[in-house]
């Protein structure tokens, strides 16, 4: 089955990129091992890695050169300490055994010996920016839905008239929904627009929450349903409205009749655009008209994927044989957008004509798609990512659909991670960077605009289905009012936030000590904190030594254990808007640390004298606290990229020795005494 070689490839590359270093080859040449054995210990590197990190002496002093992983093994390994031979030598037999009956099973699994290996997250969408570009082969339909929300014939004695856009994923939905929201001829037809994402996940109070917050423009701190409706309806009372529901699912008539309560004090001629999968949902709201996509002509279709390929509306100019081979893979594309959209992506990386043939003739075109028949289309493009953009895109795995994320705090996560490789002169942030935009530029990150004026991005479901395929049990995310189910290989976990969030919800992640991410995830807009339980940061977190990426941001919390310190892998720590009034001088062990965020926590008066031991610090956010003073030591912080002091009243000067942040990049002052003082 290609499907074997296509994921199994891509997970090959990635071991190998971690091992095939110089230290490990020179091992390998001075112990005189048998060469052979380097793809068995590819595998085991990689599944050793925890107890590789465990066992390792830490200092809080930084080496004279950062080292890759695997040098800093093969040191360990060939040094006189021999605990690690006795934590990992049985596990070691073991694992070998399991891959030689792997190797003996390859007919089994369908493999094929010698497999190429390539070379080469809050709601979802809250405005409806499109480029006009974009859109192919759809006018007809653009004109028709225009047509409908302007007839007066719509409403046919109903409050309010609408119209449903109905076709399977990737056919364009939202992008033709987006255009007709934008559309010169409705201007001036409606008091407000509003763009609201359902999700499959129908959740009531969650969209009505979004609603209200973009009809005022101001965050919402309600918490009851029934107040936020009687406040909405009151914002829409006597108006005329246009509301697009996008990506809606539920067929429940209960859930609609409940989330339309506030819609009943519209003006007349409010219209509300469905987008859906489901011809049910038209149905349940009011028998709306059903404007359905069908599949894109092949004229269309090359027109979109060469506006891609080529960055231009047209290929004149371009190579002949180009052309015709790109005609072809539109053809294999079945008349869906999107996966033109991504492979005109792809292939624009390389307008090669045997890149474009190795594309046409790959084999992952003929893998069954089952009820989805753009995953073959996504996989190849999945399968011509370089190794280190697979990885930095399977973690995207861990955030629920529809999910905003901004580039900078990913590229925080994914150097946390240890998703980002760089030689020693260059700076890990551009890497991650250069990853972003890559990833955007391929199609696999869309960039939309919020309603603040802000960037920030988002992944298509069907992208986010392909990641969470890839990634298996490795990546996790935990809907809201919902107990934490994880599974014992999971690494990668983020869940929704409760009001409260109690010991019992988190008990399952005593069978997860390999857990690297631990992620608590809200509205963009949510300024309320959320109460956790103190069991959690003091009995639960402290037993996961794994962990690399941490975020306990906006609970009620008022400090953190002094446990916190034995957590010597952690690079990420996110406490901001929090209670916390002292940190716990074990902090500053924690010697790997490369991201501390504190902003927001306005009863903080001070930082730890010793920070300075955090020689692998980068970033550093105490914006809006009230810290006095910075610590003297913070001037020996060597490769302190990033200080943010914005809205730090208390502190009025900056220490001495600051003119020795030699890495120091962005020094944020803004409102501060400092700046009153310059």
């Known amino acids: 089955m290609p499907i074997g070689e296509l994921f199994l490839g891509a997970f090959l590359q990635v071991l190998f990129d971690r091992i095939a270093s110089k230290p ?57 300490f021999n605990s690690f031979e006795k934590a990992v030598a049985s596990r070691l037999n073991e694992i070998i055994q399991m891959l030689e009956n792997m190797a003996n099973q390859i007919q089994v699994l369908g493999l094929a010996a010698g497999a190429p290996l390539s070379t080469a997250l809050q709601t979802r969408l809250t ?28 409403e046919q004695g109903r409050a309010m008239g609408g119209v449903a856009i109905i076709g399977m994923g990737g056919m364009g939905k939202t992008t033709l929904a987006r255009s007709v929201y934008n559309d010169d001829r409705l201007k ?49 009372r006597g108006r005329k409205f246009l509301v697009v529901l996008d990506d809606a699912w539920s067929e429940r008539i209960e859930d609609w009749e409940l989330l339309c309560c506030p819609f009943n004090t519209w003006a007349q001629g409010s219209r509300i655009i469905v987008i859906t999968r489901n011809e049910g949902v038209a149905d349940i709201m009011g028998g709306f008209p059903k404007v359905r996509l069908h599949k894109l ?53 390389k307008l090669e004509r045997k890149h474009w043939e190795k594309v046409l003739s790959s084999s992952i075109w003929d893998l069954p798609g089952g009820n989805n028949d753009i995953l073959p289309a996504l996989s190849l493009s999945y399968c011509f990512l370089p190794s280190r953009l697979k990885r930095c895109f399977t973690y995207c795995a861990m955030f629920p659909k529809g999910y905003e994320f901004e580039k900078e705090n990913f590229v925080l996560l994914w150097m946390a991670g240890g998703f980002l490789d760089s030689p020693n002169i260059i700076v890990l942030e551009e890497v991650g960077d250069e990853c972003f935009m890559e990833l955007l530029s391929r199609s696999f990150f869309d960039e939309v605009t919020r309603l603040d004026g802000g960037q920030c991005y988002v992944i298509h479901d069907l992208i986010h289905d392909l990641a969470k395929f890839v990634s298996g049990d490795f990546c ?29 919800r988190f008990e399952a992640l005593s069978k997860a000590k390999s857990v690297r991410s631990f992620l608590p995830l809200g509205s963009f807009h949510q300024y309320e904190q959320d109460y956790l339980s103190d069991r959690v940061p003091s009995e639960i977190l402290p037993e996961l030594g794994a962990l690399r990426v941490l975020s306990l941001a906006r609970y009620k919390i008022n400090e953190l254990p002094t446990a916190i310190g034995d957590l010597k892998q952690l690079r990420y720590l996110d406490v901001s808007s929090t209670n916390i009034i002292v940190l716990p001088e074990s902090i500053c062990t924690l010697c790997n640390l490369q991201t501390l965020l504190l902003s927001g926590c306005e009863r903080l008066k001070k930082l730890p004298t010793a920070i300075g031991n955090l020689k692998q610090l980068r970033h550093l956010d105490v914006s809006s606290t009230f810290i006095k003073e910075l610590p003297v030591s913070i001037g020996t912080l060597c490769n302190l990229q990033t200080l943010l002091l914005k809205w730090c009243y208390g502190v009025q000067k900056l220490p001495d020795d600051m003119w020795k942040l030699s890495s120091l990049r962005c020094l944020a002052i803004d409102r501060s005494r400092v700046e009153e003082m310059l």
Not at 133 to 149: A, N, P, T, V
Not at 300 to 322: E, H, I, K, N, V
Not at 326 to 347: R, Y
């Open 297 to 349: 002509s092949n004229e269309d279709g090359w027109s979109l994927l060469s506006r891609y390929a080529f960055q231009s509306s047209s290929s004149t100019g371009a190579d002949s044989q180009l052309v015709k081979i790109g005609q072809k893979i539109v053809e294999k594309c079945d008349g869906l957008p999107l996966a033109m959209k991504i492979l005109g992506s792809l292939l624009r990386s």
């Open 188 to 236: 001036g037809c409606f008091h407000l627009k509003l763009w609201i994402y359902v999700s499959n996940n129908f959740d009531v109070v969650g969209v009505t929450r979004s609603a209200l917050e973009k009809v005022t423009a101001e965050p919402c701190n309600l918490h009851s349903l029934e107040t936020m409706q009687v406040e909405l309806s009151e914002k829409l």
């Open 24 to 80: 490990v080859l020179d091992f390998f040449q001075r112990d005189g091992l048998d060469k052979s054995r380097l793809s068995y210990l590819e595998t085991i590197l990689l599944t050793l890695e925890p107890i590789a990190e465990k066992n390792l002496p830490s200092s809080v002093e930084p080496e004279p050169k950062s080292q890759s992983w695997s040098a800093a093994v093969c040191n360990f390994v060939s040094s006189p």
């Open 127 to 154: 405005t409806s920016l499109v480029k006009e570009s974009e859109i192919y082969g759809r006018k007809e339909e653009k004109d028709h839905i225009i047509q409908l929300l302007l007839s007066q014939e719509n």
């Open 476 to 504: 996790a995310h935990l809907e809201k009012n919902k107990p934490l189910k994880i599974a014992e290989r999971a690494r990668h976990i983020s869940y929704e936030r409760d009001d409260y969030d109690d010991f019992v």
